[in-house]
């Protein structure tokens, strides 16, 4: 298991209490969303190999990808919420620049659900027990 791995799931575990807390609907969405970034950094962590798509002399510059693009590529099986969390990055987005109708409570509130539930996905992909 990696060390690595470990602390930013307990980052994201400790963002996500965090969020849950805030007062407005924006905070708690961008919050939650931020943390279930940190969640997926664990994975990459967990299980990306940085010479898997190292170039054989290459010298040109890849593209970037978002942290969702590679959660798809080193763990296959979490391409559904890698898709859930990329469509909800304009509302985080939006939230996060102040636009207070961006996200609704319930929106909010249903995302701090789904970032819990992604989170013990997650401690259990990078082989911790969820608590």
């Known amino acids: 298991m990696s060390p690595s791995a470990l602390v930013l799931?307990?980052?994201a575990q400790v963002g996500?209490?965090?969020a849950a807390q805030l007062p407005s609907s924006g905070e708690r969405y961008a919050g939650a969303h931020l943390a279930a970034l940190r969640a997926t950094a664990a994975v990459l962590a967990?299980?990306?190999?940085?010479?898997?798509?190292a170039g054989s002399g290459s010298r040109r510059?890849?593209?970037?990808?978002?942290?969702?693009?590679?959660?798809c590529e080193v763990a296959p099986e979490m391409g559904e919420w890698a898709a859930f969390?990329?469509?909800?990055?304009?509302?985080?987005a939006a939230a996060e620049a102040g636009?207070?109708?961006?996200?609704?409570?319930?929106?909010?509130?249903?995302?701090?659900r789904d970032v819990e539930t992604f989170l013990a996905v997650v401690?259990?992909?990078?082989?911790?027990?969820p608590s």
């Open 123 to 129: 401690a259990t992909t990078v082989g911790v027990c």
């Open 61 to 71: 510059r890849r593209r970037l990808r978002s942290a969702w693009d590679l959660l």
């Open 99 to 112: 636009v207070t109708r961006a996200v609704t409570a319930r929106e909010a509130d249903d995302l701090v």
């Open 16 to 18: 996500l209490a965090e």
């Open 9 to 11: 799931l307990g980052q």
């Open 85 to 92: 969390f990329a469509a909800g990055a304009p509302k985080r």
């Open 46 to 53: 967990a299980r990306a190999n940085p010479d898997t798509h």
